[in-house]
């Protein structure tokens, strides 16, 4: 079963047979369609029917009763991360590459810009995503970066890792508390987050090409707010301080899968149609 997936499934099948998921706002619906079907029986033990009708209704309500019977509610609690909540996709501009050293050297410390259009947006765009680390001391920690290269452009993805280790011990702590009352029933965290991605024509040389042939994941790097200068080249911008990032994902669009996060979002949201490239 892929991780990310759009909705919940309804129906599955569990131990060999056929189940119901629905969620607890319709325990009391099946409820009364299972008191109907008992009173249906009732009313049917009644009436003079051949044998072999009355023996196929018989089956056929106790199959239903049984499968309503064995329906899995459960319940559900949102879990809403840290937004940026004025996001204009025409304020971030492009992705800098800048190069310590060497470009084709390996060992040369990289710092890969977020080229954004004034200071002002780069330090509220930087303070959201310093908050999606869930550290305080300027390293990577939940926040994850991901670059889908495909033919003639690029995508850049950032967002909050929606398996952190902080979330999964909010949930278990919701999940405790209320096993008492929700006895029986499954508990189905929500967790709303914001994905900023965006698109950029590989041409120009295409530095990020550079970048990740030579700064692998795991070699750590630099990522940094960039503003646009006076002469309309992107300069480093003091408004927020650079993350410490210790590794990154990259793939082609093919090379995505069900278990990538990207992947439901490439599929379901990006319009590869068309240039423009705001997702």
């Keep these: 079963m892929p991780k990310y997936r759009w909705g919940r499934k309804w129906f599955g099948i569990k131990s060999g047979l056929p189940r119901l998921f629905l969620h607890e706002r319709h325990e009391q619906r099946v409820r009364w369609v299972i008191r109907i079907l008992t009173g249906i029986g009732v009313v049917l033990s009644v009436v003079t029917l051949p044998w072999y009708v009355a023996l196929a209704v018989s089956l056929l309500l106790v199959g239903l009763d049984a499968f309503l019977e064995r329906t899995l509610f459960y319940y559900s609690s949102m879990f809403v991360t840290n937004m940026l909540l004025d996001y204009d996709p025409d304020e971030w501009v492009g992705t800098v590459i800048v190069s310590i050293g060497e470009p084709e050297d390996p060992q040369s410390r990289k710092i890969v810009g977020v080229w954004l259009r004034t200071n002002d947006y780069a330090k509220r765009f930087f303070e959201v ?16 970066l991901t670059f889908i290269v495909d033919e003639d452009e690029y995508f850049v993805f950032m967002y909050c890792d929606p398996e952190r280790d902080s979330l999964k011990k909010m949930v278990d702590k919701i999940t405790n508390r209320l096993r008492l009352a929700k006895f029986g029933k499954e508990h189905f965290p929500i967790t709303m987050f914001q994905v900023l991605c965006k698109g950029f024509e590989t041409s120009g040389g295409f530095a990020l090409g550079m970048f990740l042939d030579t700064n692998s994941p795991g070699k ?9 200068g006076s002469d309309g080249t992107p300069k480093p911008s003091d408004a927020a301080e650079p993350i410490r990032m210790s590794t990154y994902k990259f793939k082609i669009p093919d090379e995505l899968t069900e278990d990538d996060l990207e992947y439901v979002h490439w599929h379901k949201i990006i319009d590869r149609t068309a240039l423009a490239k705001d997702a």
Excluded: I, K, N
């Excluded at 750590?220 to 646009?228: H, K, S």
């Design 220 to 228: 750590e790097f630099l990522l940094a707010p960039y503003m646009t």
């Design 129 to 144: 995503l310093h908050t999606w680390t869930g550290r305080d001391d300027g390293t990577q920690g939940d926040l994850r």
